[in-house]
């Protein structure tokens, strides 16, 4: 009944990184047999520790020349996945790349005559997470020229801010602009960009914020520096 | 290319967990590709007590292929063929799948004789009775397991254990069932008679 056990639950993605199969097979995954204890890394069409490893989107497990020949051998009927029935295309089906040697020829390579096996399908690849340092560019102190207003700025990742101050003592300011990714300031509001980057964790953005805030600070202090010396 | 090392995987499956699934194969031929299989008759139907032997043939293209099963006992079932034994059942045709296995197949069979599907039908004979006259088709499933499906060394023995259970002595018991020829209902009223 085991495969029709598998069949009410998903198995979860398996991780195939250098400690799990250890942990999971014990020395019977290092073994000629290929077989494991528990089956939990055998293809679901040969039960053997599964050789070029791909998943399917519904989660199941198969060697890829086991996966092509069924797929191939169902001749207008369904795709199907073989252990749920779920769709299966084959260039959505997930590699698995585990620590062993790429390349090598496996002794129960099941290669069958006549039939050409493709590569299997390469995995798609999300771009690196970026660590929140990379993305601060440098910054640095720019004068606008024209206004003879000495205007301090400081740009780093989305953020710029800028103090300026001017004839006027109304004119001085203090702008904190959000950059939408486009290069157009979003206004002159205290805003964190977040729907545009995805990627940040509510950490990044609180260290984010703790940054720009000390920045707030050590503005302030130079500003009140400066009216004193002036004034 | 036909897989051995699968089959003889799973041949070890299903020699484990006999007792467990009540499931057995026999190998007739040296190349694994002709079997046979025995199952046990569900509880609770007229096929209760009865072992069914099948007749199990892979094709070489197994497991991408579905193995080829017949009933080599004599079943009176809607969808098993009383002639022949031919069975009408989707995953030994279109709906096979790779990660079925010959285990999961008997035991679908076995399930099958639990859960007929007179609508569609393998003997036309036997399913018109089932829809039409389902006292005389269990009548005659029933008989057709006592005549065709019992293994009578095993039987009596279990008979025996049976009526022990119920508090008679092992001696007249066996004689009860002796003299009424195995029966064991007619044998446990003669013990109750007594």
């Keep these: ?231 | 290319m036909f897989d051995f090392a699968r089959v003889q995987k799973e041949l070890v499956e299903v020699e484990r967990d006999k007792n467990l699934s009540g499931v057995s194969i026999q190998i007739c031929e040296d190349n694994l590709k002709h079997m046979r299989g025995t199952i046990k008759g569900p509880v609770g139907t007229p096929y209760e007590g009865g072992i069914f032997t099948i007749e199990i043939r892979l094709p070489a293209e197994y497991p991408f292929e579905p193995p080829k099963m017949q009933f080599i006992t004599k079943v009176w079932h809607p969808n098993i063929s009383s002639q022949n034994g031919a069975i009408c059942l989707d995953i030994l045709k279109d709906q096979w799948s790779p990660a079925l296995t010959l285990k999961t197949a008997l035991l679908s069979l076995q399930a099958l004789l639990s859960t007929p599907e007179p609508d569609d039908p393998q003997d036309a004979v036997v399913a018109q009775q089932y829809l039409r006259d389902y006292p005389t088709f269990l009548g005659t499933a029933r008989y057709w397991t006592e005549t065709f499906a019992r293994r009578p060394s095993l039987d009596i023995q279990e008979k025996v254990a049976k009526l022990i259970e119920m508090g008679f002595s092992e001696e007249a018991a066996k004689n009860a069932l002796q003299t009424c020829g195995g029966d064991e209902n007619a044998a446990l009223e003669k013990l109750c008679n007594v």
Aim: proline share 9%.
């Design chain 1, 1 to 231: 009944m085991d495969s029709v056990d598998d069949n009410t639950n998903v198995q979860p993605m398996p991780k195939l990184d250098s400690q799990d199969p250890v942990k999971n097979h014990g020395e019977s995954s290092a073994g000629a047999s290929g077989g494991s204890e528990d089956g939990s890394f055998d293809c679901n069409i040969c039960l053997e520790l599964a050789q070029d490893p791909v998943v399917t989107l519904c989660g199941h497990l198969f060697c890829w020349p086991c996966l092509h020949r069924w797929v191939k051998s169902r001749i207008g009927s369904n795709k199907d996945c073989p252990v749920c029935k779920a769709i299966v295309k084959e260039d959505k089906v997930v590699p698995l790349y585990g620590r062993g040697k790429v390349g090598s020829v496996d002794p129960r390579s099941k290669a069958v005559p006549g039939v050409d096996i493709p590569h299997r399908p390469s995995g798609q690849r999300p771009d690196a997470a970026r660590h929140p340092e990379q993305q601060h560019q440098p910054y640095g102190f720019t004068f606008v020229a024209g206004s003879g207003i000495p205007v301090t700025a400081a740009r780093f990742g989305n953020i710029t801010l800028s103090a300026g101050f001017g004839l006027f003592p109304s004119l001085f300011g203090f702008h904190l602009h959000g950059y939408d990714g486009t290069g157009t300031p979003s206004g002159f509001h205290f805003r964190i960009p977040g729907n545009h980057r995805p990627a940040a964790s509510p950490s990044n953005q609180y260290q984010q914020q703790e940054v720009i805030l000390s920045r707030i600070l050590l503005f302030l202090g130079c500003f009140v520096i400066v009216c004193l010396i002036f004034f």
